[in-house]
C-alpha cells in the first residue's frame, strides 16, 4: 500500500508542527508557500498545482483573512481524489463560503477548530472537525500523529462556532491580564498582582470559581458595578485607556437595570439559569 500523501497549503507554526508529527508517523508530506521557508526534515516542497495532483489530503493552515482567496485558488485544481481541510480560524459563515467553493470542484470538504494553541500543545492541540467526511477525516489525522483530532458534527460551521465563541473567554481573558499588568506596572505593583493571581487560579478548581462568578452575578451585580465604576476611577488616574474595564462596567450596569437581581430571590442551584435569563431579558 502506497503511503498517504498530506500537503500543506501554508507553512507557518501549524503547518511544520503538524508535519513535523506526520512525517514520524509514516507519512509523505508536502508543502506550498508563497514564502519559501526553511523545511520540516521530510517535507518536500512544491508548487500549488504539483501539491494538489500529489496529495490526497490537503490541509490550509494559512493566516485567516486570505482563507476564502486561497480557497478560490485551489478549487479549480481539485479533484475527487482530494479532501480540501480548512484549518483556518474563521466564522461559521466563512467556513461554510469556503466550503461552496470547494463544492465547485470534486472534491471533499472538511472544516477544522484549532481550539489550542499549537505553539504551546504542538500536535497533541484539540481541533474539531466537521463536515460529511470528517469523520474518517479524524481517523486520519489520529493515526498520522495528531492524536487530538475529534469529529464534531456533519454540519460545516459547527466546529468554528465552538472556536469562535470560546475565543469570547480565551480572548477576552488574555485582554483582561494585560490590561491589568499595564495598570499595574504604572502602579509599581505588576509582579505582586501576577503572582497573586496565578496563586488564586492555582489554588483552586476553575469549575468552583466560574460558578460561583455566575450564580452569584445577579445578587451581586450591583455591588460589582460600583466597584468597577472605581477601577475605572483607578485606570484614569494611572492613564490607562480601560478597553476591557469600560466593557465590564457596562454588562455589570446591564444586569442591574435589567432587574436581574430581583429575578432571582437566592442564588440558584443551577448555574444554567443565570445565562438564560439574561439571554431573555436582552432579547
Known amino acids: 500500500m502506497e503511503p498517504t500523501r498530506i500537503g500543506f497549503i501554508g507553512f507557518g507554526e501549524v503547518g511544520k508542527t503538524f508535519a513535523t508529527a506526520m512525517v514520524t508517523r509514516g507519512a509523505e508530506v508536502f508543502y506550498y508557500d508563497v514564502v519559501r521557508t526553511d523545511a520540516v526534515p521530510g517535507a518536500v516542497y512544491c508548487p500549488l498545482d504539483e501539491l494538489v495532483a500529489r496529495c490526497e489530503i490537503l490541509l490550509s493552515t494559512v493566516t485567516t483573512h486570505i482563507a476564502t482567496a486561497v480557497a478560490e485558488t485551489a478549487a479549480p485544481l481539485l ?41 504551546e500543545a504542538g500536535a497533541n492541540a484539540s481541533i474539531l472537525v466537521a463536515g460529511e467526511r470528517a469523520e474518517v477525516f479524524a481517523r486520519q489525522m489520529n493515526q498520522f500523529g495528531l492524536v487530538n483530532v475529534k469529529f464534531f458534527s456533519s454540519a460545516v460551521g459547527e466546529a468554528s462556532q465552538v472556536k469562535m465563541l470560546r475565543s469570547i473567554f480565551s480572548k477576552g481573558v488574555e485582554c483582561l491580564l494585560l490590561e491589568m499588568l499595564v495598570a499595574g506596572k504604572r502602579a509599581g505593583i505588576a509582579e505582586y498582582l501576577w503572582k497573586d ?27 460589582r458595578y460600583h466597584e468597577m465604576e472605581q477601577v475605572l476611577e483607578t485606570l484614569k488616574e494611572l492613564g490607562v485607556d480601560p478597553i476591557m474595564t469600560r466593557g465590564t462596567t457596562e454588562f455589570f450596569r446591564q444586569s442591574v437595570e435589567s432587574g436581574l437581581a430581583a429575578h432571582f430571590t437566592r442564588k440558584p442551584d443551577d448555574l444554567w439559569a443565570v445565562p438564560e435569563e439574561l439571554d431573555k431579558r436582552r432579547r
Open 79 to 119: 479533484t475527487s481524489r482530494n479532501t480540501y481541510a480548512d484549518m483556518n480560524s474563521t466564522s461559521a459563515s466563512v467556513k461554510r463560503r469556503i466550503a461552496g467553493i470547494i463544492g465547485t470542484s470534486s472534491a471533499h470538504f472538511v472544516e477544522g477548530a484549532i481550539l489550542s494553541a499549537v505553539g
Open 197 to 223: 493571581i496565578v496563586d488564586f487560579m492555582t489554588k483552586h478548581p476553575f469549575q468552583g470559581i466560574a460558578e460561583n462568578w455566575i450564580k452569584t452575578h445577579p445578587a451581586a451585580s450591583e455591588r
